[in-house]
């Protein structure tokens, strides 16, 4: 399921194509594509693709990878029903799409939600004390959860305001 470091979330297959597609022209762009979320829902389908910047994201960006992607999806007709198509920064709680990001973000306060329950619970707030070997060590109080990356449904990180 994991066989060139997809998401923790398990990319669908629409999701891994887009990817591969987009990432080359956003990096042409000057941008990383953080990640990417389809969400087939009939005739409202939603396609998110969220960017970063070393510097920042801003408007402007969006809107060049828009009309890039929009281009470029409509060449190659990987999506072939309607769909909107979204671009963003990832955000102050953005979700961790890919091993890279949960090992750069080891430190921080993780709201990690699972396929399938682990110790009766799929739901573990708390910081994210490592990651090594497609795990997720994640602190919550006094308690270690070594949660294995293809049971992440999704992790976002959770703002800290002083």
């Not at 979700?95 to 396929?115: C, E, Y």
Request: net charge negative; with cysteine.
């Amino acid at each position: 399921m994991f066989g060139s470091e997809k998401s923790e979330r398990a990319l669908n297959r629409k999701e891994q194509e887009i990817e591969a597609l987009l990432t080359p022209a956003v990096e042409a762009l000057d941008c990383e594509l953080w990640g990417v979320e389809y969400m087939s829902q009939g005739r409202h389908s939603k396609l998110r693709l969220y960017i970063e910047r070393p510097d920042g994201v801003s408007i402007e960006d969006c809107e060049r990878v828009s009309r890039e992607a929009s281009d470029l999806l409509d060449v190659e007709d990987l999506v072939s029903e309607s769909y909107t198509l979204e671009v963003s920064s990832p955000g102050m709680d953005r979700i961790l799409f890919k091993p890279a990001h949960f090992a750069s973000n080891v430190g921080q306060q993780v709201d990690v939600r699972l396929h399938f329950p682990f110790e009766g619970r799929k739901r573990f707030v708390g910081f994210l004390a490592g990651f090594e070997d497609q795990e997720a060590a994640v602190r919550v109080e006094d308690e270690e959860y070594l949660l294995p990356i293809e049971n992440i449904q999704r992790a976002r990180l959770v703002p800290q305001f002083d």
